[in-house]
């Protein structure tokens, strides 16, 4: 069989382009080394949040992507969603003009001893039970991709065969070099305790605290820039890696320090520790498109050096391959929108936004380097 598309990453930017195009009809597998939902959207705490403040470019695609996600997965797993809102207590990072000057609809709200910004959509779903329903019309493979192969207008990757291919593979290493896109990874933990104490809703600081999931457990999640690794190839997932494998004690009590600060969880047990790294990158904006050559782009237009740019058509970009990446601490309210935006891209010719283009990228690396 010769697939349609082939997509390398099976986290929550994998899984929904894949469900994007399966259900456009299209022949699609999808690989990954580790498994469906194994790696850093294993490990989200998949907390679907608005995001306050007046309104710019980047808050308004996180919220148009939320109100577009929250009823994907309502109508694709009902089960899988538990949406009671969140509770957005001030901090450094949202002071309290920011939580009150925005147009999202919010209750100011007190809770216990504490007070804060009431936003009624936003949820906490079950990542890996989404991944998978994600994926059950397409092919899976455990497979660790490391070349691919192209002849005759087909990808070959060992006995797989795909017309085009779409990586998404977060803070790994690519297979194809994209050098202007220069993926930060950003360490988050999150733990599932049991708890006698109902928790109403979300609850968000500096850390994550959710409501009572759909079997009684609550996540508690934070995620933070302490395990950097911009210029490190990321070659396991973070439960397995050197780095972090013996740091469980340690993040597990800075967890629940700073939950008690929210909440008081009685008869608390916990029941698992979740590590990920989540890709960004320093603008925080995800990207998506096909693959540009870079130097053949330059080769081809070296004034683009200069600061000279044009169509985007003109440009070298690989045969058939395709992109998105760098969804951050948001790649369960993204993965569904982005996926759609992209799906139409490559089947329907529609354009990208500009902001989250590769082009964007590309231009502004070439600037640089000049």
Known sequence: MIYDFLII?????????????????????????????????????????????????YNSLVNSALNYSINFYE?????????????????????????KDNEIEYEYKKFNDIEGYFYKDAAIINPSEICNKLVENCDFFLLDVSELIYKDNIYHIGDLKAKQIILTQG?????????????????????DVKTSTNVPFNIHKSISVSTNKKDGTVAIGATSIN?????????????????????????????????????????????KVYKGARATVKSYFPVMGKIINYNESIKKYPAI??????????????????????????????????????????????????????????????????
């Open 171 to 191: 803070v790994n290493t690519p297979i194809i070099s994209y050098p202007y896109l220069k993926i930060s990874p950003v360490f988050g933990v999150k733990i």
């Open 9 to 57: 990453g099976a986290g929550s930017a994998g899984c929904n382009c894949a469900y994007a195009l399966n259900k456009a009809g299209k022949k699609v597998a999808i690989v990954d080394k580790e498994g469906i939902c194994a790696g850093g959207s294993g490990a989200a705490g998949a907390f679907l949040s608005p995001l306050p403040g007046k309104k710019n470019s």
């Open 75 to 99: 109508n694709l797993l009902p089960n899988s969603v538990t949406k009671k809102g969140v509770l957005r207590v001030q901090n450094d990072n949202f002071d309290e003009t920011k939580l």
């Open 227 to 271: 395990h950097f690794l911009e210029g490190i190839e990321c070659t396991t997932t973070c439960d397995k890696c050197m780095f972090l494998i013996n740091n469980d004690e340690e993040d597990v009590k800075s967890l629940l320090s700073q939950a008690d600060e929210l909440i008081n969880l009685k008869d608390l047990e916990v029941i």
């Open 305 to 370: 050096k200069n600061g000279r740019k044009i169509p985007n058509d003109l440009l070298e970009y690989y045969p058939n391959v395709y992109a998105l990446n760098a969804l951050g601490s948001r790649g369960f309210v993204f993965g569904p929108y982005l996926a759609k935006i992209l799906k139409e891209n490559i089947l329907d010719g529609v354009d990208i936004p500009k902001d989250t283009s590769l082009e964007k990228l590309f231009y502004k690396m070439a600037r640089r380097k000049s």
